[in-house]
């Protein structure tokens, strides 16, 4: 069975500095990583994907993973966080089971970005 | 561009009443999966459709099916409703092996 693990339910940084999110997977076949950001009482938005490929993979808004298969790993970064980041960041994996396959999130995490 | 369009964007049911939320996914995707998120929870998987073709089944109450039509758009529909079932319900779509969209949700209350 696929999983992934958020072991932070809360990061806090202050604007202007860097940021990492982590998130560590667990899938039979090959991984496909996704990274979404979900606003107060919104709907989930894709930021970046992992299919195959650059271990570095650029997204949305500044955002960007890196994917390390030795750790199991897909933590989301931003050089330098803005207070509009703030918002629940949930990391999720399919396997390659089928076109078909579901998305597997993890418990997400809350980022707090200060002036 | 086109994104997945869910209705009602809210909806307020009474217990053991019914509800049916709809989901119109992105153009030419053929795959739609539902999620429920619960009050500070992860999306948890319900159900999802292939082709108007049952695909995957996760946590679905039997109180609850879907069907996906025509055109790939698919019904969410919600029988005996329990105040346990208050959550934002979620619509997806994709094509082959690429990411998700979603649609903004539905929140269901009930009271």
């Known amino acids: 069975a696929q999983s992934v693990a958020q072991p932070e339910d809360q990061v806090n940084v202050a604007e202007g500095n860097p940021l990492t999110v982590k998130c560590t997977y667990s899938?039979?076949?090959?991984?496909?990583l996704f990274w979404y950001v979900q606003y107060p009482n919104r709907g989930l938005q894709f930021l970046l994907k992992y299919i195959t490929g650059d271990n570095l993979v650029k997204g949305s808004y500044g955002f960007e993973a890196e994917f390390n298969k030795s750790q199991t790993s897909f933590h989301l970064k931003k050089p330098s966080a803005l207070v509009s980041d703030s918002a629940l960041y949930f990391c999720?994996?399919?396997?390659?089971?089928?076109?078909?396959?579901?998305?597997?999130f993890g418990t997400g995490t809350r980022l707090q970005v200060t002036l | 561009a086109a994104g997945v369009i869910q209705s009602p964007r809210h909806l307020i049911k009474e217990k053991r009443e019914t509800a049916t939320l709809k989901c119109y996914p992105i153009?030419?995707?053929?795959?739609v999966y539902w999620y429920q998120q619960g009050p500070g929870q992860d999306p948890q998987f319900l159900i999802s459709f292939y082709e108007k073709m049952q695909s995957d089944k996760g946590s679905i109450p039997d109180r609850f099916s879907a069907q996906q039509f025509s055109a790939y758009h698919s019904e969410l529909n919600m029988s005996s409703l329990e105040l346990g079932d208050s959550a934002l319900y979620f619509c997806?779509?994709?094509?082959?092996?690429?990411?998700?969209?979603f649609g903004s949700g539905t929140r269901l209350t009930v009271v």
């Open positions: 899938v039979s076949g090959n991984p496909y």
């Open positions: 999720a994996v399919r396997d390659d089971a089928g076109t078909a396959s579901k998305l597997t």
């Open positions: 997806a779509s994709s094509l082959g092996l690429g990411g998700y969209t």
């Open positions: 153009p030419r995707h053929d795959t």
